[in-house]
């Protein structure tokens, strides 16, 4: 399997030289969101308007995968809801190291540690191989700048940048306006089978919801 969708939103995140997260938080949601649309498009998990469900435990091959459905399945077992924006609050947190630690295994990132004034420790995860990340932005590139028509993955990714307004971080130097407007076209088309888009849409409403919730609550 090429690096999922998780980790590709990792690299657009991801400072080539420093190594550090940009936009951590909105980054955060994307990530947690791209690894649950990951397991949607394998037939794992389905989401259903507000509802997570799992409904395929066996294991896909990919460890930052089947470790998610081992975890989404002993979760829904605990709860009497399985709410979508309960599960994506819950892995938030732990689904960008979780991403990293998968691409630093890859060799796509290393890890680098160090200490601020000698005393707190710091890491950082800067590029060892830029060629996955060149090779995802010219498709990036070739659906939203160049007209290209998007395959699911693609689509599903810029739906994700999309929805966590991360469009800055995909193009950094493109213009801000019809870029998003590109965005929002693909994240709204025929790209997929319904069942999918459905799936996406309420992943991208959940994620809506939680950061204009986040969001309130850090300005109050």
Do not use: N
């Amino acid at each position: 399997m090429a690096i999922t969708l998780a980790e590709e939103v990792v690299l657009l995140s991801l400072d080539d030289e420093s190594g550090s997260t940009q936009q951590r938080q909105s980054a955060g949601w994307a990530v947690a969101g791209g690894l649950l649309l990951e397991l949607v498009l394998e037939g794992k998990v389905s989401v259903t308007g507000k509802r997570l469900e799992l409904t395929d435990d066996t294991p896909t091959g990919e460890p930052l995968l089947d470790s998610r459905t081992e975890l989404i399945g002993t979760w829904l077992r605990q709860r009497a809801k399985h709410g979508v924006s309960e599960w994506l609050t819950k892995d938030q947190p732990k689904a960008v190291p979780a991403a990293v630690a998968r691409l630093c295994e890859r060799g796509v990132v290393a890890e680098e540690k160090r200490k601020v004034l000698g005393v707190f420790p710091v890491r950082r995860y800067p590029e060892a191989d830029g060629t996955v990340e060149r090779e995802l932005r010219d498709r990036l590139r070739a659906v939203v700048l160049d007209g290209a028509e998007p395959d699911t993955r693609t689509a599903g990714l810029i739906a994700l940048i999309h929805s966590t307004k991360l469009h800055g971080l995909a193009f950094p130097d493109g213009p801000r306006k019809p870029v998003a407007a590109r965005m929002a076209e693909i994240a709204e088309g025929q790209w997929a089978a319904e069942s999918v888009r459905a799936a996406i849409r309420d992943t991208q409403a959940a994620m809506v919801a939680i950061t204009l919730v986040t969001a309130t609550t850090i300005l109050l």
